[in-house]
C-alpha cells in the first residue's frame, strides 16, 4: 500500500515537471514552427544592453529575434549582431536597423525601418554565409552623445575665445581707449563754445544771403519792366515805320513792273507824257 502511495506520488511529481518544462518551451518558443531568413547587421556603436534573443521589430511589430553578438575581429570597433526574421518579411536595400532602449530597463532591442517612404531593390536572403547585411542606423542615445560632445567642444572654443578677449594686453587696450574716449569729450566740450560762435556767423552770412536775393529779385524786375517800356515806346513805332516804307515800296515796285510788261520801250525812253484829251490805250 505505501509503494502505491510513493508510486502516486512520483508520477505526479513527473507530471507536474513535464507540464511546467512544455509550459516554458511554449512560452519561449511557442508552438508554430517558425522559420526565418538569416541577415546581419554591422553597428558601429556600443550595444550594451543587447542580448541574444532580443526581439526584433519592424515598426513596432515583432519579426524575429538576435541569434548571435560578436566583435568585428578585423575591427573591433564594429559589432556584428546576426538577425534571425521571419520568412516572408520583406527587406529592402533602403532597410535600415537601430538600437533602441525598452524603457528604463536598459535592455535594448533592434528596430528595422525603412529610410524613405517607398521602398527600394528586395534585398532576397541566402542559405549560407556570408548573410545579407542591413545597413544601420546610430540610436538615439548615441545622437544625443555626439551632440553633447560637439556642444561641449563648441563651448570650449568660446570660452578660449573669451579668454582671449579678456587677456590682460586686451584689458590695457580696453582702458587705454576708454581713456581716449574720455580725453575727445572734454575736448569737444571745450570747442564747443567756438562752435556756437560759427554757427551764430552761418547765421549772419545766410540772413544776409537772404537780403541780397531780395535786392537782386528788385533790381532783375525793374530792368524787365524798363526793358519792356523802351520796347514799347521807341522800338515798336520804329519797326511799324519801317514796315510801312517797304510796303510803299513794294507798291511803287510792283507798279514799275507792270508799266515795263505794258511798254518795255519806257525803261529806255521813260515814261510818255499825257497830252490833254488823250485817251490811254
Known sequence: MKNNRYFIVGLFIILITAAMIFI???????????????????????????????????NGVGIGKVQSIEIDRKNPSTVIVTMQIQQGIPI????????????????????????GKKPTTLMPPKDKPPYPEIQTKASFLTNIVDQMSLVATQITK???????????????????????????????????????????????????????????NMISQTLQNQTLQAVNNVLLPQMHQTLS?????????TKLLQTLNQNPSALIRGKAQHKPGAVNE
Open 158 to 216: 568660446i570660452a578660449t575665445r573669451i579668454n582671449q578677449v579678456v587677456s590682460d594686453d586686451n584689458v590695457k587696450n580696453f582702458n587705454e581707449i576708454i581713456a581716449n574716449l574720455q580725453s575727445i569729450s572734454a575736448n569737444f566740450a571745450k570747442s564747443s563754445k567756438k562752435l556756437d560762435s560759427i554757427m551764430d556767423s552761418i547765421n549772419k552770412a545766410s540772413q544776409s544771403i537772404a537780403g541780397t536775393s531780395k535786392q537782386v
Open 245 to 253: 516804307d517797304v510796303d510803299q515800296g513794294m507798291i511803287e515796285f
Open 92 to 115: 529592402f536595400t533602403n532597410t535600415y536597423a537601430s538600437l533602441v532602449p525598452q524603457g528604463i530597463t536598459g535592455q535594448v532591442y533592434i528596430s528595422l525601418s525603412l529610410k
Open 24 to 58: 516554458g518551451f511554449w512560452l519561449a518558443f511557442g508552438l508554430k514552427n517558425t522559420k526565418y531568413n538569416i541577415y546581419t547587421a554591422h553597428f558601429h556603436e556600443s550595444v550594451n544592453g543587447l542580448n541574444v534573443n532580443a526581439p526584433i521589430n519592424y
